[in-house]
């Protein structure tokens, strides 16, 4: 009865045949773009398959606290002549030792001698694995959490006035920073980290900067620290630049009211948005190019990160569900006014 029914339809019906053509059509186009590698539209696969075809690897991460951060405030006016300001951010007492024309190839080679031979965990080991192969050592002893500037120069009577052409057989500079206590060397993982710098000199006016930072464990390993891409995002422009005055007296007033440093605060909120949604934190970083710009509800659905279009092999979180909530409710409890109850 019912195929009966479906003849007398198919052959009075000119629609039923147009539906049946169109159906045909979009699972045909469907099979060619997924054997293409284009992707099957969305609307034909349930939700499940669509998450899971979308989903990219999550590289297991293990926490390891850093004890060691350097910095250089004013890159602009660092050279071989005038030296160059460093700024150490150490967690506990350390050694910082900066070494001038430090030698390419003997210290690749300690750190090497790091990893099968013996561990760097002072300057005498990397001087030792080096074998005296720099041109001039200074060092600075920084207490804990001390963030004051430290200035390194060439001696006068060294005459470098730069260090040849590129590329070159000697690093401009190199900074190590090792744990001055004992104690503390059988605590933290890592034990030292080495920072090959570069000064701009008379044959290579590139602007300082930090090229390599090493991280050297106690186990013998040594890892390449890497710099992550965070998201462009900036606030919207303001009427303080065409106005300076008004802006003047506009944070004066925020400044009474004490709302000065909220605003400030919501503005650096606000650069840290997920690029896609603008309105997640930003969480997972990409790799291997390293982009940080999405959030945890938007990182499930890209396979080709959404700056540089190159397909993500494997991706990790700055941090957990549960260290997101304990910040948020930390940060809720900081803006709560004086005096109010729960």
Same mark, same amino acid.
């Given at each position: 009865?019912?195929?009966?029914?479906?003849?007398?339809?198919?052959?009075?019906?000119?629609?039923?045949?147009?539906?049946?053509?169109?159906?045909?059509?979009?699972?045909? /186009?469907?099979?060619?773009?997924?054997?293409?590698?284009?992707?099957?539209?969305?609307?034909?696969?349930? /939700?499940?398959?669509?998450?899971?075809?979308?989903?990219?690897?999550?590289?297991?991460?293990?926490?390891?606290?850093?004890?060691?951060?350097?910095?250089?405030?004013?890159?602009?006016?660092?050279?071989?002549?005038?030296?160059?300001?460093?700024?150490?951010?150490?967690?506990?007492?350390?050694?910082?030792?900066?070494?001038?024309?430090?030698?390419?190839?003997?210290?690749?080679?300690?750190?090497?001698?790091?990893?099968?031979?013996?561990?760097?965990?002072?300057?005498?080991?990397?001087?030792?694995?080096?074998?005296?192969?720099?041109?001039?050592?200074?060092?600075?002893?920084?207490?804990?959490?001390?963030?004051?500037?430290?200035?390194?120069?060439?001696?006068?009577?060294?005459?470098?006035?730069?260090?040849?052409?590129?590329?070159?057989?000697?690093?401009?500079?190199?900074?190590?920073?090792?744990?001055?206590?004992?104690?503390?060397?059988?605590?933290?993982?890592?034990?030292?980290?080495?920072?090959?710098?570069?000064?701009?000199?008379? /044959?290579?006016?590139?602007?300082?900067?930090?090229?390599?930072?090493?991280?050297?464990?106690?186990?013998?390993?040594?890892?390449?620290?890497?710099?992550?891409?965070?998201?462009?995002?900036?606030?919207?422009? /303001?009427?303080?630049?065409?106005?300076?005055?008004?802006?003047?007296?506009?944070?004066?007033?925020?400044?009474?009211?004490?709302?000065?440093?909220?605003?400030?605060?919501?503005?650096?909120?606000?650069?840290?948005?997920?690029?896609?949604?603008?309105?997640?934190?930003?969480?997972?970083?990409?790799?291997?190019?390293?982009?940080?710009?999405?959030?945890?509800?938007?990182?499930?659905?890209?396979?080709?990160?959404?700056?540089?279009?190159?397909?993500?092999?494997?991706?990790?979180?700055?941090?957990?569900?549960?260290?997101?909530?304990?910040?948020?409710?930390?940060?809720?409890?900081?803006?709560?006014?004086?005096?109010?109850?729960?």
């Amino acid at each position: 009865m019912a195929a009966v029914f479906l003849v007398t339809l198919y052959e009075y019906s000119p629609l039923f045949y147009i539906a049946l053509v169109s159906v045909c059509f979009l699972v045909t /186009s469907a099979l060619v773009l997924g054997w293409f590698g284009l992707g099957v539209p969305v609307i034909l696969r349930n /939700s499940e398959e669509a998450e899971s075809s979308t989903r990219v690897l999550k590289k297991r991460m293990r926490q390891v606290k850093n004890p060691f951060g350097l910095e250089i405030p004013n890159p602009a006016a660092a050279s071989v002549s005038r030296g160059v300001t460093l700024t150490p951010d150490c967690l506990e007492d350390c050694v910082l030792t900066c070494y001038w024309g430090c030698n390419v190839q003997k210290l690749h080679e300690a750190l090497q001698k790091h990893v099968y031979c013996f561990r760097i965990k002072t300057p005498q080991a990397l001087e030792d694995a080096l074998y005296n192969e720099y041109l001039y050592k200074q060092q600075h002893f920084i207490k804990k959490n001390d963030k004051a500037e430290k200035y390194c120069q060439l001696p006068e009577d060294a005459q470098v006035v730069d260090f040849g052409p590129v590329p070159r057989a000697r690093y401009p500079l190199v900074a190590l920073l090792t744990l001055a206590d004992e104690e503390d060397r059988e605590i933290y993982d890592i034990i030292a980290m080495v920072a090959v710098i570069h000064i701009p000199d008379e /044959s290579y006016r590139l602007s300082c900067r930090i090229l390599y930072q090493y991280l050297l464990l106690a186990q013998g390993q040594y890892h390449d620290l890497k710099q992550l891409f965070m998201s462009a995002n900036s606030p919207a422009p /303001s009427s303080s630049d065409a106005f300076p005055g008004e802006s003047s007296t506009d944070t004066g007033l925020l400044e009474k009211a004490g709302l000065a440093g909220d605003e400030l605060e919501l503005q650096e909120e606000n650069t840290k948005d997920c690029v896609v949604c603008q309105n997640g934190p930003v969480n997972w970083v990409l790799l291997p190019c390293r982009h940080t710009c999405l959030c945890d509800g938007c990182i499930k659905y890209f396979q080709q990160c959404p700056m540089c279009r190159q397909f993500v092999q494997e991706s990790f979180p700055l941090c957990s569900k549960k260290e997101q909530d304990e910040d948020e409710s930390t940060h809720v409890l900081q803006h709560v006014l004086p005096g109010r109850v729960f």
